[in-house]
């Protein structure tokens, strides 16, 4: 089977997200002060192919552990669904 994965990778709350800070000062620039708190991250979205649900599961978390994410700075979390 195949399977579609959508996965998000985002700097860990406790490290400075410099890009988020320089977005969060730009947004009082443009009229927007209200938004406040802006973190950017990236999206990564790939294709497995798997036997069931629970080996693409058990694929993507190996590949966000050992390739997509920095674990020591970055947090993911993924969504997973059959194509």
Known sequence: MKFKAEIDVMPLDALLDPQGKAVTSSMKNIGLASIDGVR???????????????????????????????????????QIEAV
């Open 40 to 78: 950017i991250g990236r999206h990564v979205r790939l294709f497995v192919d798997a036997s069931s649900l629970e080996d693409a599961n058990q694929k993507v978390e190996e590949a966000c552990k050992k390739l997509l994410a920095n674990q020591i700075m970055e947090k993911y979390a993924f």
